[in-house]
């Protein structure tokens, strides 16, 4: 695969069906192939957003084995792509806790690369109050991938707000970022977090979200975008289902970062 390649960003409303779900990502993912995909984002949790946080046990697979999972690969397979699933919830062996897990399925249809969300979203207002943890068991690892075009960096949704997180990748070429931010939260900091995480990193970052009212009665900001290593936006659907796709030149990388060294120079005070 040379510099040159075509990514895309699915943006769902996902229901509380997971046949149907799947259906539509499929759909979803065949229309970008169409339009020229090699690397395809799914939003987080693109199978189920339920009004009862303990549904996703009714759907959660064990690694390895699952329709979820099933067709994942085979539509890597099939369209020969890089597709990296969003978010699912994987069986952890526990009665009420599941993981929020990003797997990558390499062009020939194997399982690439494995993420377990680790920052868990918490809010507490007057008008929201939810806890992942409550049903969720968060990773404890940061992961990479050296793919042939560069090397990527893993993360879903609350991940975003961490910067530090992001510094102990390394040097990253692109950043995946499926997410489901709420609508108020989406409001007011989304696209904020997206470009401070490029400028920070001087790297692309491919945000794949949930975007509209769900038949949950949850509402997602939306707004899947892609974002360039000076952090200009080259594509964004605000709501609805959809994709934004784009061809990066993955050079644009080391361009900026030679006019202006920030990974370069950039130090942990725990290095001081």
């Not at 996703?56 to 390895?64: L, T």
């Not at 769900?214 to 200009?232: E, F, K, L, Y």
Request: hydrophobic residues 40%; negative net charge; charged residues 20%.
């Amino acid at each position: 695969m040379s510099n040159l390649v075509t990514i895309a960003a699915i943006q769902m409303v996902s229901s509380q069906n997971c046949q149907q779900n799947i259906q539509k990502a499929e759909q979803l993912i065949h229309e970008s192939v169409e339009k020229g995909a090699q690397f395809i984002l799914l939003p987080e949790y693109f199978c189920l957003i339920h009004s009862d946080p303990k549904a996703k046990f009714n759907i959660a697979e064990p690694f390895g084995n699952g329709p979820i999972q099933d067709m994942l690969s085979r539509l890597a397979k099939k369209y020969n792509i890089w597709l990296a699933g969003g978010s699912m919830p994987l069986d952890v062996g526990e009665t009420d806790k599941v993981t929020n897990t990003l797997l990558l399925y390499a062009p020939d249809g194997s399982l690439h690369t494995r993420y377990d969300k680790v920052h868990l979203f918490s809010i507490d207002t007057p008008t929201m109050r939810f806890n992942e943890g409550d049903t969720m068991v968060r990773g404890n690892q940061v992961v990479t991938a050296d793919l042939p075009f560069g090397r990527v960096g893993f993360a879903i949704c609350y991940d975003i707000r961490f910067p530090a997180f992001f510094v102990a990748m390394g040097e990253l070429d692109l950043i995946l970022m499926p997410a489901a931010f709420t609508y108020p939260t989406g409001q007011a900091h989304w696209e904020l977090l997206l470009r401070a995480r490029a400028i920070d990193n001087q790297c692309f970052v491919l945000a794949a979200a949930q975007g509209g009212k769900h038949q949950s009665g949850r509402q997602t900001w939306g707004h899947s975008m892609i974002v360039d290593p000076w952090a200009n936006i080259i594509e964004c659907l605000p709501e609805g289902e959809g994709v934004v796709i784009t061809t990066v030149d993955f050079d644009k990388v080391k361009e900026v970062r030679s006019s202006l060294p920030v990974v370069r120079d950039r130090h942990l005070l725990t290095q001081l």
